[in-house]
């Protein structure tokens, strides 16, 4: 049984704009898909279907079951979503609550929901922000904060849209260094195809609405005239390779 199964998902906004035509796809356990495409190909509206922010026709089913038959808790616990735009993520006066929020929501102490939340803010390069006001951060901060309100939950699947948009390099790279060490199954939406090589074991190209290639990620990103095809490029290695 795979750990995320999505099949058939069909999603129009609610003004009329198409953004899901029929997407079918898999995720085991531990794998991570990078899902890349187009501006408007759809990753963002299908990442919301995969902890029931969005309902679309067809089925989402996680551990075999069905995402409306999930309590809404136990599902975001589960499946942890970190929004594009971060600003989606953040509500309370300080960083620290926001981090701690998911925790205590899960039942922690407020102790082990502190521990957690210190902890997580320092893996993402952010423990100086503790006391900060969310909305005051510049947006690299803020997407650094937006990381770890999700990683202190520890969710089994990790859900990330454009995990790096914003970063300075060095903050980039740590980014993606904590990614490849954490053992949890993740699905990444980004434009960052280096990231994507690096950290996805398999790449699906969405445009359309629908899943144009699935399979190995290094396959894939190798194959110059798939990308192309579909709005992308890999960067040219220095050295000009
Ligand atoms: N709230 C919304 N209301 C109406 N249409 C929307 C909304 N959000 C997205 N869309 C539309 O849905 C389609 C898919 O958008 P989506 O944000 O999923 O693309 P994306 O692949 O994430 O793009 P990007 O690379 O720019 O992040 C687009 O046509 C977009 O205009
Ligand atoms: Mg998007």
Known sequence: MSLIAIHDLRFTWPDGTPALAGVSLTVEEGRSLGLIGR?????STLLLHLNGILHGSGAVRVQGRPVEDWPADELR???GLVFEDPEDQLFMPTVLEDVCFGPLNQGLAPDAARDRALAALAS?????LAGRAPHHLSTGQM???ALATVLAMQPRVLVI???VMALDPEGREEVIALLAGLPQTKIIASHDLEMVLALC???AILDGGRVHAHGPARELLADDALLRAHGLRMPASPGGG
């Open 77 to 79: 616990a589960t499946v």
């Open 201 to 203: 074991d398999d790449v």
């Open 39 to 43: 501006n408007g190909a759809g990753k």
């Open 161 to 163: 849209d454009e995990p």
């Open 143 to 145: 997407r650094r904060v």
């Open 124 to 128: 993402v390069g952010a423990a100086g």
